[in-house]
């Protein structure tokens, strides 16, 4: 894991998305020196609920699903990230979720004692920092007016619409949407049943609101581009 050059910092095809963007040279090279990316493999466990802060990660490449677990252990899908999201908020003491590649990832990982002297010193970034932190809060309120939705069809495509909307967040097109999550986390995250997952695709493919290109690609019909 070698560390960041600070031509690569300046180059990073997410810097304009993130709290680092704020940085000039000087500084992004200072603040390049404590920060290191990695790539994982899926269905690895970047951090568990309860473990000591350590670090934070900005999402560079892949997929992260974040989780709780619930009495039975069993887990309970808050949400997925995409790349320019971070994850591993700095307060408090202990991770309040689990946090797992959904596909291979690569992230930037910067020691939360290193980066909190960051935030001291340079205003600009602890501002761009602050911004980003209510993205854990955005996570809640998409998942609760997801769920708030009384037919599983319109949880489904309200579900691909999210996806789509973060496609575009990112400079891709809208269509087709990739849904690189396997259809049980779609179905734990919707509170459905996976059987009732996959009806819905069926119906909402019947009644024309989607196509599917194949399994993990849909075309959203009559999107707004």
Same mark, same amino acid.
């Given at each position: 894991?070698?560390?960041?050059?600070? %031509?690569? &910092?300046l180059h990073c095809p997410i810097? %304009?998305?993130? /709290? &680092?963007? &704020?940085l000039d040279v000087e500084n992004l090279k200072d603040f390049s020196d404590n920060a290191k990316h990695e790539t994982f493999d899926k269905k690895v466990i970047i951090l568990s609920s309860g473990n000591e802060i350590n670090s934070i990660y900005n999402?560079?490449?892949?997929?992260i699903k974040v989780?709780?677990?619930? !009495?039975?252990? =069993?887990?309970?899908i808050?949400? @997925?990230? /995409?790349?320019?999201? @971070?994850?591993?908020s700095h307060e408090g003491g202990q991770y309040q979720f689990f946090a797992e590649t959904v596909s291979q990832a690569? #992230? &930037?990982?910067?020691?939360?004692?290193? +980066?909190?002297?960051?935030?001291?010193? =340079?205003?600009?970034?602890?501002?761009? +920092? /602050? !911004?980003? *932190?209510t993205n854990e809060l955005s996570l809640a309120r998409e998942h609760i007016n997801i769920l708030t939705k009384n037919s599983a069809e319109q949880k489904v495509l309200d579900f691909i619409r999210m996806i789509s909307l973060r496609q575009h967040k990112m400079g891709q097109p809208i269509n087709p949407v990739h849904l690189i999550m396997p259809r049980i986390d779609i179905a734990n995250y919707l509170g459905l049943r996976l059987e009732t997952v996959s009806r819905a @695709? *069926?119906? #909402?493919?019947?009644n024309n609101s989607i %196509?599917? =290109?194949? @399994?993990?690609?849909i075309i959203i019909n009559n999107a707004i581009s």
């Open positions: 894991m070698d560390k960041y050059q600070a %031509s690569k &910092c810097r %304009s998305k993130i /709290y &680092c963007s &704020c999402i560079l490449d892949g997929i989780y709780q677990l619930n !009495e039975d252990g =069993n887990q309970q808050i949400g @997925f990230l /995409y790349p320019g999201d @971070f994850f591993g690569k #992230l &930037c990982k910067i020691p939360i004692k290193k +980066f909190r002297i960051h935030l001291s010193k =340079n205003a600009g970034i602890r501002d761009k +920092f /602050y !911004e980003a *932190t @695709f *069926t119906k #909402l493919k019947a %196509s599917l =290109n194949n @399994f993990d690609s």
